[in-house]
């Protein structure tokens, strides 16, 4: 079972850039595909992206395509999400989570507790 820790949230201008890590430990990491979510009080979880096993195949949502990057370094039992052009409906709680596929819907199946991101002039 692998454990997930995210950190580098906290406070960005609109139009900033904040990158987020994922590391990793426990048994497996390269076996999973990561994806990263976020969550705002009183709604829903929304999926952002998700990186495949190896890293060579990635996956994004409509709302982030074009600003977000998703990546991992398997070496380094790591996962990145790389946020530019933020905005300020961004802001949320962002958690990397853990799956066998990087399509699987609802994504996550083991969660890391999540790191606040808050875009805010």
């Known amino acids: 079972q692998v454990q997930l820790v995210e950190s580098g949230g906290g406070l960005v201008q609109p139009g900033g850039s904040l990158r987020l890590s994922c590391a990793a430990s426990g048994r497996g990491f390269s076996n999973y595909a990561i994806g990263w979510l976020r969550q705002v009080p009183g709604k829903e979880r929304e999926f952002l992206a998700s990186?495949?096993?190896?890293?060579?195949?990635?996956f994004y949502s409509d709302a982030v395509k074009g600003r977000f990057v998703v990546s991992r370094d398997n070496a380094k039992n790591m996962a990145y999400l790389q946020m530019n052009n933020l905005k300020p409906e961004d802001s949320a709680v962002y958690y990397c989570?853990?799956?066998?596929?990087?399509?699987?819907?609802?994504?996550?199946?083991?969660w890391g507790q999540g790191t606040q991101v808050t875009v805010s002039s």
């Open positions: 990186v495949s096993w190896s890293g060579a195949g990635t």
């Open positions: 989570a853990a799956d066998l596929n990087m399509k699987t819907t609802p994504f996550g199946h083991t």
